[in-house]
């Protein structure tokens, strides 16, 4: 079946190091990737997206990397700061369906 | 801030009730996306409206029913509540299907 899951439920990290968020999709049909941000209390925020057209897209302090192959999706973020703790969540579009979500990865960042 | 609008922020109320949640998408999205998040369950997709009729359902129970207005607002009715169905539901919008942003939820405790 259809099934998004990260690698890691965990991550923790020193301050300014670079964060390496790791998530396995399983529908070689998704071709559109979305990594969500979700702080304590509010609701998920777009952080970057991808289409599989591509493998590398870069933002703010951010990349995503999508490797087709082995179905496989990360988001980097660089110089990590308290501020990117929270739990991050990637999500996949099967061809124009509904957005599914993985479980998520919970990154703290260490002062 | 997404400009996706859910309110109440926070409801309690007892086994058996019904309440509503209501959700203002996004100036000029015509999607409204349903999402219910658990401790056990991660983001699960419910229903999704587009400019006032239904697109795509999840797991919505047959308890839970929802709308699009035309003024494009939302609301999710759940009924016959049971401790079960306490959670954070989120409410998103979309100009199109992919990119969604997402409200601030509603945490609903069922006693």
């Known amino acids: 079946g259809e099934s998004v899951g990260l690698h890691l439920p965990t991550l923790s990290v020193q301050e300014g190091d670079n964060s390496i968020i790791n998530c396995a999709y399983s529908?070689?049909?998704?071709?559109?990737f979305i990594w969500y941000k979700q702080e304590s209390g509010k609701g998920p925020q777009f952080i970057i997206d991808?289409?599989?057209?591509?493998d590398k897209r870069q933002g703010q302090r951010v990349t995503v990397l999508l490797n087709k192959t082995v179905k496989h999706l990360s988001l980097q973020i660089a110089a990590t700061q308290p501020g990117d703790s929270a739990v991050y969540f990637c999500a996949e579009t099967p061809q124009g369906g509904k957005l599914i979500f993985g479980q998520g990865t919970e990154l703290s960042v260490k002062p | 801030d997404s400009g996706v609008t859910q309110t109440p922020k926070h409801l309690i109320t007892a086994t058996g009730q019904r309440v509503t949640l209501r959700c203002s998408p996004r100036s000029g999205d015509l999607s409204v996306y349903w999402y219910q998040q658990s401790l056990d369950q991660g983001l699960q997709f419910l229903i999704q409206y587009y400019n006032g009729e239904e697109r795509a359902k999840g797991n919505i129970l047959e308890r839970f029913s929802a709308q699009q207005f035309p003024d494009l607002h939302s609301e999710l009715n759940l009924s016959s509540l049971e401790l079960g169905d306490s959670a954070l539901y989120f409410c998103?919008?979309?100009?199109?299907?992919?990119?969604?942003?997402f409200g601030s939820g509603t945490q609903l405790s069922v006693l």
């Open positions: 529908n070689s049909a998704s071709d559109y």
């Open positions: 998103a919008s979309s100009v199109a299907e992919g990119k969604l942003f």
């Open positions: 991808i289409r599989s057209n591509m």
